[in-house]
């Protein structure tokens, strides 16, 4: 289950990636669609969110900062 950590209330733009970058901030950057390439990175809101290991951070349905912990399992490859 997701926990709403910081409410940003962002609002979206159709063909923008919107993401919780390295530093703790939020940042969009236009997809990529066929041949045209996405890219140039900008930053939408500074929250300086301190990322913990093993939770994923993104923006939820209403434009609000959220993580969830990671499920790590599954079966292992075999090594050829």
Known sequence: MAQKLLKVGIKRQKGY???VDK???VSCAKMARGK???GNPKKVA???IERKKGYLYF???KGDI???KMK???KRKKKR
């Open 17 to 19: 990636l919107y993401y």
């Open 23 to 25: 530093k703790g901030d």
């Open 36 to 38: 045209k390439k996405g």
């Open 46 to 48: 500074k929250c300086g």
């Open 59 to 61: 923006i939820d349905k």
């Open 66 to 68: 959220s993580c969830a």
């Open 72 to 74: 790590r399992g599954g």
